[in-house]
């Protein structure tokens, strides 16, 4: 290939890809001045969260006495900075409006928000202490609640899934769906930040876990690896389209314990105090106090030599 | 312990460690200026593969009407460079050649298939427009396009993998695995470069789906989490090793739509328009529009207090 | 909002977070001078030590003949000083001790611990490469122990665990189960550090594996991914709480292998040769040579348009 | 040192660092949301101005025909968000008006600024281009033009000088003067941006040059490393302060040449073609074509044994 | 070159340099868990202690009122930490004593000298301020105070200065003479920290300023580029090397002035509101209210073409 | 300004910055597979070498007895591979060859280059042996060696002045006038690589040193900041530029001292044993022993008020 080839293969390709027809619904146009959202200030976002719930756990400094106050003032400081900068960025994504004071309209928004979220953290770190606890006593393998709160997936997936509820409540497009992913990556786990979850929530192992957007968790809820609280069918609208914001996740009461691999689908409510069995499949709703367990295979002999 | 004694055990160790036959089947010895395949740049790699066919998502910068092409024609040039010195290490990294002008002889094969590749992006841009719309359709919690590109773990390992298939058919050692690998680990999607996926293809949440090398997808294919499209059993060779190649994955023809959990097994032939239930085993062939469930367990009275 | 209404509300939340009550058991208070573990840090010394066992792999310069025993030097020393800084970090994490010199007191046994830990890295790496072996020949899909070093999960998964599980057999806290963490967050692969396996062991693809911290695996174990060798019920204290430290995992007798999905529960026997078939679940022990899969479904007819 | 004493004294010193009374005159108080200077951001600033006047010196990428035009776009684009970001950070930097819209105030003129700058750029390349022939024709160590432009500590100096000049000409306040320091750091040139200088200038060596605010340089002039061209006195106002802003520094005429450690002081005409040599001081006009050298030392023997 | 000769001949400079005849004089050898001196670190402690002495200039968040106590809070914390491990760094890097507790020994020391000198930080910055304020009353082109603390290389300087004496005052070794060189190279300004300087101190430009260890500067002195205040000669020893700690500097009186460029050697006293023109070599004291200028150079002609 | 306006501003001045009439000699353009000389790897080849020569200072890892062969080795690799390649882009950049081959012509030299600096490095340690012993003699202010290797400029300077005069001897083109540039921004000490300078060499302070390309000096010499050896005048050839490569700076013979601010110029030798004063102005050759100082101003009465 001489140069003269490469030249013209790279920039017969540079024209295409430069074609507008060849991106126009891929491509995201940014307004002057309109902020992007950064996945790099999110990230900071919730390494800030998470040091504010958890003093002392995340953070880079010796926390002590007479010096917390200190810490949480600087954070919170930092945290309003990055959180409104990074809601106003969710709102210009979403908005489709192309004056030019685009970004000034949803500033003062957008810092309003921010505030109201830092109000509600006290709340937070309320449910996410009865997380920990359950977590802790639900696990013989936990020793302390540290352990839990410096690296079990679960409570990280839970406080994921806590922000970004109350972002999505406060009316914050795209950044909540992004919070959940960064758990979701990391863990395993994927809460829809539009669910409702109780108190005292456990999930243990939890890779796999798959929680709807219209699913509504009541306390003291527990829940193992594999599990799928989904939806079974979606009505269509007329051009065959689902139709969304349908309620069509399950609902399960106070106190059910859901283990391995189990699948639940469809608006059914699993009653409280229910136990279900590993890899079951339920599609029905349950009264409370039930069990269900899958029934148990057959030994089936193999006549090949190595596989199944 | 003396530093005496310090000295001696860390010594002693690292004579160990340093013996040839502790280490020489795993051991990556290098010729002198030979290239090594780096994360770092992988990871560069598919970024700007990101940020090229979906203009203005995961970029720094502000993108404006009128510097598409700048973007265009600098990201291509970066990845350019990026992509010919990881296929250069990918070549080297499997090559047994004992000679000194190793590199050489892959460097100007390295460059050519890299220019290969950048030419086959405005196919891979059209594929995955195809992918996302897909996408957006078949969830009712998706808001749009955007949110779809910008958080969708789905849309994330089904670019890794058809970047991936594009350059393992372009016979790049190594490197395609390892893009596959990447995409795993962020998404808990595990797709062999190797398979074969058609277009408009949906996965949903994707947690544990492991699509197996030889698998074949036809068009509109959509998977949830924790499917396998998996061997059933590996034909061995004399000395009682799987013979490598043989396909041993399933067919999914058009418009196959699989529930989470599901695992299909072996060298079977979905047909056009199936859809398989959740957690459901299959290891047969099935007609064209089929319906599989999984057989509903019974509700069984426990006896213990806490377990099942 | 006014500045005055927004400094009110974030000195009032700020005062609210400070309150003791608010985090007293989520939070972790440090004495002066005493370390805090870093995932930084702990991220180091994973690569370390991978780069020490399969050197010229990861590391960032050439390796060439004759220069391996001063990149085992120099890697040793730098994994000596990292690694006894988190062991103390870690000792100090969970020690209630409020005297002065805590650290002093710990410091020398952390070093002590960092140097058992470090000669016992040659019996580490023997014990992988039969892992390396296994893994290579258990996948047709493999093309060279380089590939597999390089890029499979289940290598990376079993390192750490390895890893951990000394550090946990040398009493460290804290640490080893974080490790055991980073591999579950990266591979999706959650192994306890205190499960007991064998050599040879492989894990394929490995997304939602669970291996509970009482299992105990023989040698020449094989489990795709998505497998739980997890608890079946926890006996209680008087207080209605779990009872720490009983074996309730199962025991895989060696050569078993457990294929995709499947869950086995409890302290039951699995035993040698046996075979697991995909989503099976298994709460009892079972003879040699088993062979288990799941009763086929059976076809159902669907009436809804869409969905199942 | 007791715990409680380590305590008292510790928050004592910050409760006296907090005093408003020890800070008023030293600190500066941000408005909410008013952007600060970024070291970092004018640090990127000048790399950028650096690498698309003399394209293909100090960016990361290769520059080949036909990719020019990309990299100025892109590099064009980042430096106009930089940029506009710094301008409008100095702007609030210099504001004392306290109203809340003080941002969205100077945003638009910020902007404005930005875009007249980079309109300036290809100007500040015509004129560098003549001050890099300048210092090659002058410089017999001088091997090329890339040498000069790649590691000459005059032209950087001369190069932020230039843009610092323009700023302060566009009204910017402060980041003209602090880009001026960010030469003066790397090279020991201080160059004020109000002075002004005409084409094809050379400064060898450089450390210790000074040139004042009120100077005014011709073209083709030439000057060494300690040269100072500064102000002999200060009128003071009738407190006795320094009267700002009258004229108190050198004209240097064309074709001037002033040799290391030269001394100029005040409002002084040096003629067009005068070489003032070495040590030199100087505080009346000369006219043109002036030769001046400080006259011959005696030699004067030592009494004693080590120094002078 | 073979492979062979290339390996010989670097393993024969590997092990030359590892020789220790070779590096005896020239290596810092530690003690086992000894801390070494970081250049990183102490660059962190400078940026700390001049973001709490200037709030809200150099740091990366906004001040805002009420907020000053929480950063002043949490910036003393970091500074305790990073401080008092240098100082014990540098206690380390010139104790000789070799028994195993070396570092416990100096370990309270350190911690004590890093809370004497933050007590000392409120003085520090009361200095600091008479300094900016001259600064700026004596410098035509200042704007005002923000860009003299932003921006002026004499204010970076003395600021380092006056750090450094403290922890010399102190007994803190090797730190100081470092934090001392940091500005010098970056300003071009050679304070020793063992110098005496009052308040109201003004550099201007400052470039080649050369003050020596045992100077003695009153207040309100002012000092231009290239000044040196030296030492004439140095009394030998017996074996003919010079005599350490004799008083060899000058002694400046309250009030003077010097100009750029002026040499000022051995211990002399300049008295008070004496004023020291460019470029003069005073090696005698002079009484107060003395005025000293170079004597004119005569106007010399040339007779070569173009040089001097 | 509208959006309108704004764009065409911009594209306007990209137009104008990609016309290769405005940058033709400003710009540096690569062949393909080019390497361009980074400064971000120039510096690590500083660091490295820092390292090497004086071990255990520079480092981020602890020296032991015993450990010191190791760490040489993995610098020397580190070494080997930056070196030899900054090397090939110095080539590379001063190469008008167009061929394709361009870089693996010179990859070959670049090697061979880089193994004749390497072995040379023993004679660099020797040689800086005796100038750190030389400057701890020379000042009564240092304490140990070891604070004269970690903080002295002049150390720092001569080092990279040795670094770059092998690597010119070597016939490396750019490369050692970057390297001597480097440290004339961190010491404002200019010495040319090419000058010729011998053992025991002392430079105090040092700001404003200049030392030009074909200085010679012998052992034992020692000056102080502001020194400088220049050329008095260029021969100019037929077209006036100045004829290059002519002896045009001075000779200083062995044990010759140096005061501030004295400047030396043109091919004069100042005989062994010469002590030249502060601020002199020497151009003609002096004989052995000679001792010269500038003559004592007279002081002279001022009529203004506040400058001179």
Not at 6 to 23: G, H, M, Q, R, V
Not at 229 to 251: M, Q, T, V, W, Y
Request: with cysteine; charged share 20%.
């Amino acid at each position: 290939m001489t140069t003269k080839e490469f030249d013209a293969k790279i920039n017969n390709t540079i024209l295409k890809l430069s074609e507008p027809e060849s991106y126009k619904q891929l491509c995201h146009e940014h307004h002057q001045g309109e902020p992007l959202p950064s996945i790099k200030n999110l990230t900071k976002v919730i390494d800030l969260v998470r040091e504010i719930l958890f003093p002392g756990y995340f953070g880079t400094t010796t926390l002590r006495t007479g010096t917390t106050q200190h810490y949480m003032g600087v954070y919170i400081d930092e945290l309003f900075e990055l959180l409104s900068g990074e809601i106003l960025a969710g709102m210009c994504f979403e908005c489709n409006d192309d004056s030019d004071n685009k970004v000034s309209i949803h500033n003062e928004r957008a810092k309003k928000i921010a505030v109201d979220f830092i109000e509600f953290l006290p709340e937070i770190r309320r449910m996410l202490g009865t997380d920990v606890e359950a977590t802790f006593l639900n696990d013989p393998a936990a020793r302390n609640f540290g352990e839990v709160i410096f690296s079990y997936p679960g409570i990280r997936a839970i406080m994921n899934y806590r922000v970004a509820h109350k972002l999505l409540q406060l009316e914050v497009p795209l950044i909540p769906r992004f919070i959940s992913e960064m758990a979701h990556s990391e863990t395993g786990i994927d809460i829809h930040p539009r669910a409702q979850i109780g108190e005292k929530f456990t999930i243990d192992h939890g890779t796999g876990v798959v929680i709807g957007s219209t699913a509504i968790l009541g306390n003291n809820v527990k829940i193992y690896q594999g599990v799928t609280l989904g939806a079974k069918s979606f009505p269509l609208d007329e051009e065959g389209n689902p139709i969304k914001g349908i309620p069509r996740h399950p609902i399960l009461e106070d106190d059910v314990v859901i283990y391995a691999g189990a699948t639940i689908l469809g608006r059914v409510t699993i009653g409280k105090g229910s136990v279900i069995g590993g890899n079951v499949w339920v599609t029905n709703s349950l009264p409370p106090n039930s069990r269900v367990v899958q029934k148990r295979p057959k030994d089936i002999p193999f006549t090949d030599g190595a596989g199944i």
